[in-house]
């Protein structure tokens, strides 16, 4: 990244404050939020002059058959597949499967913070929710984006998922493209004004993405009283690395272990601009009409009172995840449900740490989630009629 954070300081709010704590750190964060993802944005700049699908053509064959079988690829795209088919010297796929077992063996914990925790954290920041604003996917259909997210974790937490042949692999790779695609829509036709708001999907905005799939998620699975011991934690810290990698995420902020997370986080609290009705909206949506109907269903009885229970153990797990300040900002409504996890944390706590204590038991519980996760995801597919795996390849 070039020198660029005197012409950043006026635009993000306290980004004295971030350089006065975190001195570089905090200097690169603000220039990462001027900065987007050349290579990437690169080829859809040399996809825009071909005829309409053929680069996404050149992109999928590239992923299953190799770039050099692409004749016609032009240097943009060789490039990128170059910087990605040569892995970086400290990963190792071994632990990237592990990683994959030891989050899909909690598949039902993970699910609930990424929404309830992750997202509702991510939208703290108006800044950064304006290109899916802007495009129109922000407030609406909640369930289709969980679920084409839901659909790109499944690849990617899969033993194999991120090896070069890999379905994780490939899908990192087209939501790469496709948040291109955005950002050059967004430049050309949808009146972005970068010296106002920085880049769109800057890099700054794509590492804390990260630290919602990680540090976010796990922090509030410690809560509902999943236990991770060091190891495992190192483990799940090396595949969201990886991922940055793939997702063109450069090394100055792609976060190594927890406490690259943590301060990613406190980096984008510091300078967030505050929520919007627009965010408001989209956690509206995403709690209410999304994880409260998937909630619903665990419930064993039927009437109206399970809906009103659902949404209210969602918002009492909002609250206690993300805290009353921030919950109040995005309008989640208060709930004695939020002193729930307080209370049952410590107990799931210990049934987890007695459970992995027994040899073989962990095994056993992760086998059974990699087998039941492809079930449940096709349930929900079928219940909100989705038919594609990505926004690429949606029906409309």
């Excluded at 965010?279 to 619903?296: N, Q, S």
């Amino acid at each position: 990244m070039h020198s660029g954070v005197t012409e950043a300081i006026p635009r993000v709010p306290n980004a004295y404050a971030a350089i006065r704590r975190y001195g570089e750190r905090g200097r690169l964060w603000l220039e990462g939020i001027t900065h987007a993802d050349p290579p990437a944005d690169a080829v859809v700049a040399d996809f825009a002059g071909l005829r309409p699908g053929h680069g996404m053509g050149m992109l999928r064959h590239a992923l299953e058959h190799g770039i050099d079988t692409v004749a016609d690829a032009p240097a943009s795209l060789r490039a990128l597949f170059a910087a990605v088919d040569a892995e970086p010297l400290w990963l190792e796929h071994a632990r990237l499967d592990r990683a994959a077992g030891h989050l899909t063996r909690h598949t039902s914990s993970f699910a609930i913070v990424l929404g309830a925790a992750s997202l509702t954290s991510g939208a703290m920041n108006s800044t950064a929710g304006l290109p899916l604003v802007l495009t129109g996917r922000y407030t609406t259909q909640a369930a289709v984006r969980s679920l084409e997210v839901g659909s790109w974790l499944e690849a990617i937490l899969t033993p194999g998922g991120l090896s070069r042949d890999g379905a994780g692999f490939a899908q990192t790779l087209r939501v790469r493209i496709i948040h291109a695609f955005v950002r050059r829509h967004l430049l050309t036709e949808g009146n972005w004004d970068s010296g106002a708001v920085g880049a769109p999907i800057p890099q700054s905005f794509m590492a804390f993405t990260l630290a919602e799939f990680g540090h976010i998620a796990l922090a509030a699975m410690h809560k509902l009283g999943v236990r991770y011991t060091p190891g495992e934690l190192d483990d799940i810290y090396h595949l969201w690395r990886y991922v940055g990698h793939l997702s063109g995420v450069g090394p100055e902020l792609n976060p190594a272990d927890e406490a690259d997370h943590i301060r990613i986080e406190e980096l984008y609290t510091l300078t967030a601009t505050e929520p919007s009705a627009d965010d408001r909206i989209f956690v509206r949506a995403l709690t209410h009409d999304y994880l409260a109907r998937e909630v619903a269903h665990l419930i064993p009885w039927g009437g109206r009172a399970k809906q009103r229970l659902a949404v209210d153990v969602v918002n009492g797990l909002t609250r206690a995840f993300i805290g009353d300040g921030p919950a109040t900002m995005l309008a989640v409504p208060d709930t004695r449900l939020k002193y729930a996890p307080t209370v049952l944390g410590p107990f799931l706590g210990g049934v987890n740490r007695t459970l992995a204590a027994i040899p073989g038991v962990n095994q056993l519980r992760t086998r059974r989630a990699f087998a039941q996760r492809a079930a449940l995801m096709n349930e929900q597919r079928q219940r909100y009629g989705v038919t594609h795996d990505m926004v690429d390849t949606a029906p409309h």
